[in-house]
């Protein structure tokens, strides 16, 4: 059995897409979805589950480094919100707001 191939890689700095985040109509730009769990993944935080996540792609995603840059949660205890945004150099590519809840207990019970 073959390993899956990571959609990006981290190295340290820059998200660096790889073969698996590219698109079906353009060799240089990503699909939806690796944008969508790169800025998803960013978004989590222990002790809560994202309730809602809302994505704009607001231009096409390159296949270049990428960086994200995250807002500080606001909310109350139990209840939170974040925003992140992704770049590409010193373009805005995408962004993502986040309504978080607290787990209580099992998270699996929730639903």
Do not use: C
Not at 8 to 24: C, H, R, S, V
Request: glycine share 10%.
């Amino acid at each position: 059995m073959s390993q899956a191939e990571a959609i990006f890689e981290f190295d340290g700095k820059y998200y660096l897409p790889t073969d698996a985040a590219l698109g079906p109509w353009r060799p240089d730009g990503l699909h939806g979805g690796a944008v969508n769990a790169l800025l998803a993944r960013s978004l989590e935080s222990d002790g809560f589950l994202i309730a809602r996540l809302t994505l704009d792609i607001v231009r096409r995603v390159p296949r270049e480094p990428l960086t994200i840059a995250l807002d500080e949660e606001s909310g109350s205890s139990r209840i939170r919100r974040q925003s992140a945004e992704l770049w590409a150099g010193s373009t805005l590519v995408a962004q993502a707001q986040a309504l978080k809840g607290e787990i209580e207990g099992d998270p699996v019970r929730l639903f």
